[in-house]
């Protein structure tokens, strides 16, 4: 199985990326116009695959807790890092395991997101079931939407004595902190059938209601996601956000290949396409449920002629129960 998605959206005043402390990350892109031609655009504001992995990796670790999925020490401690070795494994009187599949057991966080074991004589790696594009600003849309600013904040201490340590008034200092308004784009893809399938140990698996467990709580993770809930600096930057056109799709055999990016201003038409066709040619059972209230009747009326049926929603949390249904999950 494997679940794909194309997402457009609007977030106003986010915190995204930062390379430095009144910086955020920018870089140019190519992307070719509806007419034919190539444009190059010399700087947008975009935020990378890891940041975006990193707020699926919390969500599936919040669903995950409330189901009472495993979890190891450090996920559950939305710490994502690399497999300890064996004296900090001991320190938090904690054991991993030795193999993929014990590892995989033990927490759905390395059983989706991946691990690597380095301290061993053999390392041990586990690629991701879930991978993500760069969100980019879009570029098709006019310079006069993107902005760009620097936001001074102040952390303030009521009083500060005169004969107080130097130490006190330097916790009290202004900081810099950037923010953008654009309109962005990623794409996503969720390899269902790995997840839970140890591919060191014979393909060995885990227990099966687990699985589908895990299955769907990768999917409903996504659903967090459309509203912004990706950046840096949540806390006090949540963007003020909205999707514009959600692309959902599913197939039972995983034929399906990513969605077209929606850098490209005909991406919901060719992905349709192209995700049809890949269907059609691998024998595999599709799904495709899309979510884009301000796009022309005609191309509506394209999309349905490609699939032979209607795949457009009233919201995006309504496709992915339809997507979730589907999968049997």
């Keep these: ?20 402390a009144a910086e955020i990350r920018k870089m140019p892109v190519a992307f070719l116009k509806e007419d034919g031609e190539v444009e190059f655009v010399s700087e947008v504001p975009a935020i990378s695959g890891v940041m975006l992995k990193h707020w699926h990796f919390r969500n599936l670790v919040e669903l995950s ?28 009187n904690t054991s991993y395991g030795g193999t993929e599949k014990e590892l995989i057991e033990k927490c759905v966080g390395e059983d989706v997101h991946g691990f690597l074991v380095t301290e061993e004589k053999e390392s041990l790696r586990r690629e991701s079931c879930v991978r993500f594009s760069w969100a980019i600003g879009l570029p098709r849309f006019s310079d006069e939407y993107r902005r760009i600013m620097i936001v001074q904040h102040t952390r303030n201490i009521s009083k500060i004595p005169l004969d107080a340590p130097e130490e006190l008034r330097r916790l009290q200092m202004p900081y810099p902190r950037p923010y953008a308004s654009d309109f962005y784009g990623f794409v996503s893809i969720a390899d269902l059938s790995r997840i839970g399938i140890s591919y060191t140990d014979n393909l060995e698996g885990i227990d099966q209601n687990t699985r589908k467990m895990r299955q769907k709580n990768t999917i409903l993770a996504y659903g967090r996601m459309l509203q912004g809930e990706i950046g ?18 599913a197939s039972k055999r995983g034929a399906i290949p990513a969605p077209i990016h929606p850098i490209y201003p005909s991406y919901l038409s060719e992905s349709t396409k192209l995700i049809e066709n890949a269907a059609e040619l691998f024998r595999d059972e599709l799904r495709v449920r899309i979510y884009a209230p301000y796009i022309d009747q005609s191309t509506k009326n394209h ?5 032979g049926e209607d795949p457009f929603v009233d919201d995006p949390y309504t496709g992915l129960r339809h997507i979730i249904d589907f999968l049997g999950l």
């Design 65 to 92: 807790r409330e189901d009472n999925d495993s979890l190891c020490l450090f996920c559950n401690r939305l710490e994502a890092i690399r497999i300890p070795p064996r004296s900090v494994q001991d320190y938090y």
């Design 1 to 20: 199985m494997r679940f794909v998605i194309a997402y457009e959206g609007l977030l106003n005043v986010a915190s995204l990326n930062l390379e430095r």
């Design 303 to 307: 999309i349905i002629s490609l699939l």
């Design 232 to 249: 840096a600096n949540l806390s006090r930057s949540l963007p003020a956000s909205t999707p514009l056109t959600v692309f959902l799709a």
